[in-house]
């Protein structure tokens, strides 16, 4: 079974660039369930909080503005090329957690041994069911609209396979747009399936 990264690798990852570049960065590419956890991690951080930038404590080390000597400014350039490589890689996990391509209902596969069976492609709203395989127990459900992935159309905890939407729930999903779906085991490291995708009529 594959060993998906943890919460805490996750944010130290964001917040520091803590932990094995290679290890963290592949996992990313490889795994959508940690690729989805990881992009709705960067959403949803708080901002930067830092004090601005103090320009009189600047100019009393002996810096003017608009004064930068040629080895500051290939300074600046080397920090500046380095922020775009990391949001180059910060860019390809969001890519790598939601693909576009292709019309296979569920991402390349089940690497978290849960598979999702139903619903996929386009189905009645009075038949929607949502049915998966996988270790006994509860899970939490989550259906994401990705123009909104941060707000959850249905975020469900306790569930069980066979899980039928409430009255509520239903009315919440427009007709034609594409969800994503997927359960996840809370105790221990989640246990996170891949993301499947529906829409309804």
């Known amino acids: 079974m594959t060993v998906h ?6 944010q130290r990852w964001h917040a ?3 932990g094995d570049r290679d290890t963290i960065v592949s996992h ?3 795994c959508d369930a940690c690729g989805l956890r990881y992009a709705e991690l960067v959403r ?5 909080t830092r004090a601005a930038f103090d320009v009189e404590t600047f100019r009393a080390a002996g810096h003017r503005v608009g004064h930068w000597r040629l080895g500051r400014r290939a300074t600046a350039w080397r920090v500046s090329a380095a922020a775009a ?3 180059a890689v910060l860019v ?3 890519y790598v957690a939601y693909p576009q391509f292709g019309p296979a209902p ?3 596969g089940d690497q978290s041994g849960v598979r999702l069976v139903q619903p996929s492609g386009i189905v009645d709203r009075a038949d929607l069911v949502f049915v998966w395989e996988g270790p006994e127990g509860a ?4 259906v994401v609209d990705l123009d909104a992935p941060d707000a959850p159309v249905i975020a469900r905890d306790d569930v069980s396979s066979g899980y039928r939407p409430s009255a509520g729930e239903l009315a919440a999903l427009r007709a034609g747009v594409e969800y994503r779906w997927f359960v996840e085991r809370p105790e221990g490291d989640a246990l996170t399936s891949p993301a499947a995708r529906f829409s309804v009529r």
């Open 92 to 94: 390809a996990a969001v």
């Open 5 to 10: 990264l943890t919460l805490e690798q996750m």
């Open 28 to 30: 990313l590419a490889a």
């Open 85 to 87: 490589a990391a949001a």
């Open 139 to 142: 899970y939490r459900l989550r």
């Open 44 to 48: 949803t951080a708080a901002p930067d």
């Open 106 to 108: 569920v991402y390349r």
């Open 16 to 18: 520091e660039g803590a």
